[in-house]
Structures are given as C-alpha cells and as structure tokens.
C-alpha cells in the first residue's frame, strides 16, 4: 500500500504531484529512447504527473520523447517547458512555443518557464506569455533561475505577479534557498521546483547519506528525495531513464524521516547561515 503522493497547489488552483520527472539528457541517444518512454510512463502510472522537459534538451529531442510517452493520455499529464533566454523576445517566445508544442504533440503547455534571465527585457518576456496564455497555447508561466532579486524585479513587470512557480537548483547538499528565496517564494504563493534534486546523481555517493538510507532500508536517492518531501511549497523533478528507478523514486513518498533523521540530515549537510548567490547547473 503506497501512501498518496503530495501535492502542490498553484495560484490558479490547479494541483500537481510534489514529485515529478525530469528529462534533461533524453533524447540524446537513440539505444536509450525506448527506456526513457518506458520511464516517463512508469511514473505517470505511479502518479508522478508532472513531467518537466525543455526546448533546450537535445534540440527539441527530448520534448519529443515526453510527446511519446504522453501520446493517448495527454490528460494525465502535467506538461512543463521552457523558453531559452536567447529566444525571448516577445515574436520569439510565441515561434518557441509552437515549436514545442509541435515537439510534444500537444495543443497547449500546463506551464512553460524562461529557462534562465537573458539579454530581452522582462517585461518583453512576461508580455509574451500572457499573449499566449490568452491564446490558449500554455495554461500559466513562470521563471527558472530567478535569485530574490530578480523575483523582486519580475514583480515589478506589467503582469509579473501572475508568475506560477520558481524552477531552481535545489537539493540537500545547495540548501542555499532556504535562506532567502524560498521563504519568499512561500509568502508570494509560488511554488518552488527543484531541479537536480540527486545533485545530478553526485549525493547517491554520499557516505552520509548512504548511513540515513539503510536506517530506513532506503536508497540514498530515496532519502534525498524524501527530504524535499518535508520542504512545503516544492516540487521535485528527478530525472531517470530507467522504469526500475522511476519506480525506486516514487516509493520515496512512503519514507518518512523522523525528527532525529532530519537532524543528521542538517549536521552533515547544513542549513545556510546567511545569503548566498543562488547557485546554477
Ligand atoms: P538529477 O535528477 O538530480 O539526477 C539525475 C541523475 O541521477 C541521472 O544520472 C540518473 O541516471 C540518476 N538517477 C535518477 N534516479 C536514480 C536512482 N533512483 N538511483 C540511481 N540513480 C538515479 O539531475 P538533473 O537531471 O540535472 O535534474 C532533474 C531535472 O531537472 C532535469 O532532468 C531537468 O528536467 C531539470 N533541470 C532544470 C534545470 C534548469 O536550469 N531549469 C537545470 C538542470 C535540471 P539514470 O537516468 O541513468 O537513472
């Protein structure tokens, strides 16, 4: 018996799992599609909904192999992608997203993010957005790789609180956000997503980390994952290609970290002191 997966709630109302996919690097080898469409559709299954890609990843290649695997059950799923900042431009950012949409084989993104700040103004950026949010082509927009400042900025844009969510690297060991952003985000009601929440696979060698798993007969990918689980207002966005570990990650929802775990947790991976610039992959 699986405990049910938490959820997330945007500004709209709209509900997402608190534990969704990732899928940079697919697309990139063709010997490896046919698992990562196995992959994403084993977490869909497991009701890890939303799936997170970019124009960015594989040129389109992996928007491509979310389509695939969403093909024949678009409704369940929960579609995030993103612009580059070097097509932002307000004609830019409407070609981009219908080039996605072609990629993924749908009529309209769930939330489609600016991948990080770039040369185009904001306000140019969130103009953009809303026009295709009135076309019907994404459902809500957010930002990745916003520091506080640039949060504070963005609100300050024509139409800039209507911002969904934050997309940030966020994990146990760049804990960075918990000083700044992160309650922020919180205030304002919009939902954090971390990305690289295994650190790219680095923490699954922690000796720590390794110790808290097999107390709880656990993966070290299944603790990482649990920690952010008791962070409220995030999402994480694990990304595998393999069914087996997609499965392994969705049981991360049934661990539950006592008081004394968290303690470890924050002596070996400590929470920050003081403001730190927000790190990027
Ligand atoms: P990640 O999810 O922290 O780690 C992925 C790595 O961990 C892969 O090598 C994967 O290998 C491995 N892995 C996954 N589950 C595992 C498990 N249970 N046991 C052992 N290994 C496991 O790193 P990420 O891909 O950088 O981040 C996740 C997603 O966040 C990305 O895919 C992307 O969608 C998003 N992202 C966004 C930004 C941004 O700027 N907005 C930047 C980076 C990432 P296998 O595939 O072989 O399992």
């Not at 997170?52 to 409704?75: F, L, P, Q, S």
């Not at 103004?121 to 076309?135: G, H, S």
């Not at 609100?155 to 309650?183: C, K, T």
């Not at 920690?227 to 207002?233: A, D, E, I, M, V």
Request: aromatic fraction near 6%; glycine fraction near 8%.
């Amino acid at each position: 018996m699986h405990e049910p997966t938490p959820t997330i709630v945007f500004k709209d109302g709209r509900k997402v799992p608190a534990l969704g996919q990732g899928t940079w690097r697919m697309g990139e080898n063709r010997a490896k599609s046919a698992d990562e469409v196995r992959s994403l559709q084993t977490g869909l299954d497991l009701g890890m909904t939303l799936i997170d890609t970019a124009e960015m990843y594989g040129d389109g290649a992996a928007e491509r192999i979310v389509g695939e695997a969403i093909r024949g059950r678009r409704d369940e799923a929960f579609v995030v992608s993103k612009v580059l900042p070097s097509n932002a431009s307000r004609a830019g950012t409407v070609a981009a997203c219908e080039r996605s949409l072609r990629n993924l084989g749908i009529d309209c993104v769930d939330l489609y993010l600016l991948h990080w700040r770039g040369g185009y103004p904001l306000a140019e950026t969130v103009a953009a957005f809303e026009e295709l949010k009135k076309a019907g082509k994404i459902r809500a927009w957010g930002v990745s790789n916003f520091d506080v400042d640039d949060m504070e900025e963005l609100s300050g844009v024509p139409d800039g609180g209507n911002v969904a969510a934050n997309q940030v690297l966020y994990n146990l060991a760049r804990r960075g956000i918990e000083f700044d952003l992160l309650p922020r985000c919180r205030d304002q009601g919009v939902p954090v997503m971390a990305y690289s929440p295994l650190d790219e696979g680095r923490l699954l060698h922690d000796a720590d980390l390794i110790h808290v798993a097999k107390a709880h007969q656990a993966t070290p990918a299944q603790v990482a994952l649990a920690f952010l689980k008791t962070r409220s207002g995030v999402i994480s966005i694990p990304k595998t290609g393999s069914p087996e570990r997609a499965r392994e990650n969705r049981d991360a929802i049934d661990i539950r970290l006592t008081t004394e775990n968290l303690d470890e947790l924050d002596r070996h991976f400590p929470p920050p002191r003081r403001k730190t610039r927000l790190e990027v992959i």
